[in-house]
């Protein structure tokens, strides 16, 4: 049995004082922290898929790091179309794992190791386009040959990214934050991996998800900094700060995957 810790879309600033809509991303993820410490079980390990800064910027990564190291797990980080993998190479303490593209021009693609990460075929993918083309994301055909070249046929597999792999259903999101090859990576992870294919896991939305399409089951966490509206007509992105603090609890057994969700009443000043 594999516990994990799923979180998302953290936001820091340069500075304790940055904020988002009004939320103070820094004082949020501190509350964050301390909920996950909270728990009367110590997880395996924790996944951040990305957006860990607001704005890439060293300051920004360190002030990430120093809130997020109490964490008493090894933690992993997921690209997001705000981060810089080489700064988060730089200043972010990753769990034990294996990079899959070795020189791979700036992909964050990995394999976790060590620890029960044996049990389940972990993946991490890095779906980031320039700033310029995104918010979406795409994921560039090495990492998916990469990817399914590592599954065995005979454990649990499981893919964690920043980017939702398919449409969930609302306008603004589905048109501008979807990994737009997402459909495809689904099939082609489907077909290797069968039955043992357990989840993709997702942040970016700032919304949680749960979804099941094509026989892959699919689990996103929102920000501790701020939600995003997510109706079926939204022809913009609307931000609710002041919403709860998020994380999911992922527990991975020899033929369950369950996905508890968290949200923290937030008892900072914003
Ligand atoms: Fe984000």
Wanted: hydrophobic fraction near 40%; charged fraction near 20%; include cysteine.
């Amino acid at each position: 049995m594999l516990e994990v810790i799923h979180i998302s879309d953290t936001h820091f600033g340069p500075d304790r004082c940055h904020t988002i809509r009004g939320a103070n991303a820094c004082d949020r993820s501190i509350a964050l922290v301390a909920a996950i410490n909270a728990l009367p079980f110590t997880p395996d390990f924790i996944v951040h898929t990305g957006d860990v800064v607001n704005d890439p910027d060293p300051e920004a990564y360190a002030l990430a790091a120093e809130v997020l190291a109490p964490l008493r797990a090894p933690v992993y980080f997921a690209t997001g179309n705000h981060d810089d993998v080489d700064m988060m190479r730089e200043c972010l303490a990753f769990g034990p794992h294996r990079l899959l593209l070795p020189g791979d021009g700036g992909k964050l693609c990995y394999r976790l190791t060590g620890g029960k990460s044996d049990e389940v075929e972990f993946f991490v993918v890095d779906g980031k386009v320039p700033p310029e083309q995104g918010p979406h994301g795409f994921l560039s055909e090495d990492q998916i040959d990469a990817v399914l070249g590592e599954i065995s046929g005979e454990k649990p597999v499981a893919v964690f990214l920043h980017y939702p792999i398919g449409p969930i259903g609302s306008s603004w999101i589905d048109e501008h934050l979807l990994l737009t090859n997402g459909e495809s990576f689904q099939k082609a992870l489907a077909a290797k991996a069968g039955v043992r294919l357990r989840g993709v896991f997702s942040g970016h939305l700032h919304r949680g998800l749960q979804l099941f399409r094509g026989g892959v089951f699919q689990s996103g966490v929102s920000s501790p900094a701020c939600e995003f509206t997510a109706s079926p007509h939204d022809d913009f992105c609307d931000f609710l700060p002041g919403g709860p603090i998020p994380f999911n609890h992922i527990t991975f057994t020899a033929d369950t995957t369950m996905v508890k969700s968290y949200s923290f009443p937030f008892e900072g000043l914003s």
